[in-house]
């Protein structure tokens, strides 16, 4: 079995999530048990510096969330609603933040980044491991000694190219593409894309993983247990034909028109109100 290596940042980066999860807002503190386990805390004495700290605290987070992540606390699936991460993405609300690079002298630019429909998703995830592929071509190919320039330059501008495509794609307006998925991409990139800055680009791909991919993380803390395992599994076809008869749209519509993370919540959320509703019934039952 080959093993897998996490660093210490990833660490870090996955109790950030699930810390978010337990207290959405600065209104809601860390439980006190917890916060004795963060690195050199009272309860664990390695150092934020080590990455056997953030892994001991790691293991308390999850095993906190299997204990109390639906027993009725602000953090369960039928107070979702009310937490302003969930509100932001039920409403499939865009991200906004001021560019990292200024004019002088001008107005302030700002970047916008916008919640993507699972489609989209899909199509960002196959261009994402193309440009992996890409990449991990090219700096070997320096090594070579039949190196040829005019190749790499080739290379190098298609690599530019999918970079300005992600940017265009996930600052488009609404869940869906400035494109048909099912058709190539046109051949001319708008100049306000184009004219975007390497460092922009970056940004705006971290914002991506922000508005879409964190939220989606978070968002897992409130699903059902068959919910979640269908999502970790992967199986998107049963789950979405199951929203489908759930929220009374087509599948195709809610996979297409629809953020991903907004559909999850939506399921969830109406699922628990039916089930608390049959719970009600059935308890107004036994007491006739």
């Keep these: 079995m080959t093993q897998r290596s996490i660093s210490r940042q990833q660490l870090r980066e996955e109790c950030a999530l699930l810390e978010r999860a337990i207290a959405p807002t600065s ?12 690195p050199g805390g009272d309860r664990n004495r390695h150092p934020a510096s080590s990455a056997q700290g953030w892994f001991v605290y790691f293991r308390r987070l999850t095993a906190w969330h299997a204990r109390n992540g639906d ?43 916008y919640p993507k429909s699972f489609q989209v998703l899909s199509h960002l995830y196959a261009r994402e491991m193309g440009l992996a592929r890409l990449q991990s071509l090219i700096a070997p190919a320096y090594e070579q000694p039949d190196f040829d320039p005019a190749l790499m330059r080739r290379a190098m501008a298609a690599l530019s190219s999918e970079h300005l495509l992600a940017a265009w794609i996930v600052t488009h307006p609404g869940p869906g593409m400035p494109w048909d998925p099912d058709g190539p991409p046109p051949a001319e990139i708008p100049a306000h894309i184009t004219a975007l800055d390497a460092v922009e680009l970056h940004q705006l791909l971290a914002m991506n993983h922000e508005v879409n991919y964190q939220r989606l993380v978070v968002a897992r803390a409130f699903l059902t247990p068959d919910l979640s395992k269908a999502e970790e599994q992967l199986f998107w076809s049963p789950f979405f034909a199951k929203a489908g008869e759930l929220l009374g ?34 308890a107004e039952k036994d007491r006739d």
């Design 27 to 38: 209104e809601t503190p860390l439980p006190a048990e917890l916060g004795a386990w963060k």
């Design 71 to 113: 027993d009725g606390s602000p953090n369960s699936p039928a107070k979702a609603a009310a937490d302003p991460w969930a509100v932001e993405a039920l409403t499939e609300a865009a991200l906004t933040k001021p560019s990292r690079v200024q004019p002088a002298g001008g107005l302030t630019r700002y970047l916008t980044v």
């Design 249 to 282: 749209e087509p599948p195709k519509v809610l996979m297409r028109d629809h953020a991903l993370v907004a559909v999850l919540l939506r399921v969830q959320l109406l699922g628990q109100a039916q089930r608390d509703a049959e719970a009600k019934r059935e």
